[in-house]
């Protein structure tokens, strides 16, 4: 009785599947890709597509990281907050690499969209923060943020994707903002 026990529960266990970690696109459903990195595979490949110019790297010492790798390193610590050691274990690559991935994506971003301006001289810099003590007293802020979710009519294809955590149709949208609201 105990043997065929065992053979039923070896029958039983599902099949394991080794993936490559380095590459979600084929890891992952569409479906787990939006709830890992909050965007759907399109959107992440028009993203890739966009700065993989800025940050593709020729080396003659070792493989760098692929520029799809440093997206999704960088999608994922931005759509779940995670600690970046998680995340370095979960894609298979080291928290240095983890906090250079995100810092370069960003970077990358903002340049390739040329709409996002921080500041970046001392005097801006100091400017900001004077601007945001004078408001509230607070010393050395340099900007506020904030995020919410803007209701909008349900899309005629990937509605799914606009369903947010209360279960109405929303864009989710995070603002910066300098002691000038600019």
Known sequence: MRVVDEQVRRDLRR??????????????????IIQRYRLDRQSIIS????IKDRLERPTQRSVSHPVSLQVFVT???????TQQRLIGDTLGISKSSV????EDVTNALSASLQNIKFPTSDIDVTRTKVG?????G?????????????PITAPSTDEHL???RKGYNSINVQAIVDADMK
């Open 47 to 50: 993203i890739i597509d966009l």
């Open 15 to 32: 099949q394991r599947i080794f993936r490559d970690r380095q590459n979600p696109f084929d890891a992952y459903n569409d479906l787990e």
């Open 75 to 81: 999608l994922r610590f931005l759509g779940s907050g």
């Open 162 to 164: 606009y369903i947010c």
């Open 132 to 136: 945001f003590h004078s408001i509230a």
């Open 99 to 102: 906090c250079r991935s995100i």
């Open 138 to 150: 607070f010393p050395k802020v340099p900007g506020a943020i904030d995020g919410t979710h803007i």
